[in-house]
T-cell receptor, first 111, second 114 residues
């Protein structure tokens, strides 16, 4: 079956440092979505990428979808304590009917 | 415009009892997904339902677990004869049309089995 892997599993950064999480799928994806889950909270949708090589930005967050549509990354510039949480990617395989979530990257920001 | 509703938010059961978790999708959404999240772990897909139909239950254990989404009323995830290993957060998500759309998550039900 389809597998979606995320690395790293955990990341500690000093406030102001950059952060990147990577997502890799075992199969080509129709689209990829990113979610953020604050501690004790529920996943909240951030963005969806559909096109090969697509890059989208949301303020300090930059999302990329690989040319082969099998990998993706989320980069946060100059992290803040409000960025703390777990970031999940979720891939929809072509002709699939459900998302497969990666294991998540837990970001901790030290003030 | 209410989001996805789940109740109860917290549920405590003793081993062998039944747990019944409810999910009301967002208004206008006809697709419901259930996920399980163990502490400090990722989201594990359990089941995907549309009204009166189970579309994909490949992530749901064959025994003790069942799910439904009736024509009227919320979606129900039922766990019979709970064991300690069932302790987890159970999230429901809904989407308007299909999985390609954004999934909106409910606040989750935290199940604790004593």
């Amino acid at each position: 079956g389809q597998q979606v892997m995320q690395i790293p599993q955990y990341q500690h950064v000093q406030e102001g440092e950059d952060f990147t999480t990577y997502c890799n799928s075992s199969t080509t994806l129709s689209n990829i979505q990113w979610y953020k889950q604050r501690p004790g909270g529920h996943p909240v949708f951030l963005i969806q990428l559909v096109k090969s090589g697509e890059v989208k930005k949301q303020k300090r967050l930059t999302f990329q979808f690989g040319e082969a549509k099998k990998n993706s990354s989320l980069h946060i510039t100059a992290t803040q304590t409000t960025d703390v949480g777990t970031y999940f990617c979720a891939g929809l395989r072509i002709a699939g009917n459900m998302l497969t979530f990666g294991g998540g990257t837990r970001l901790m920001v030290k003030p | 415009n209410a989001g996805v509703m789940q109740n109860p938010r917290h549920l405590v059961r003793r081993r062998g009892q039944e747990a019944r978790l409810r999910c009301s999708p967002m208004k206008g959404h006809s697709h419901v997904y259930w996920y399980r999240q163990l502490p400090e772990e990722g989201l594990k897909f359990m089941v995907y339902l549309q009204k009166e139909n189970i579309i994909d239950e490949s992530g749901m254990p064959k025994e003790r677990f069942s799910a439904e989404f009736p024509k009227e009323g919320p979606s129900i995830l039922r766990i019979q004869q709970v064991v300690r290993g069932d302790s987890a957060a159970y999230f429901c998500a809904s989407s308007p049309i299909r999985a390609e759309e954004t999934q909106y998550f409910g606040p989750g039900t935290r199940l604790l089995v004593l």
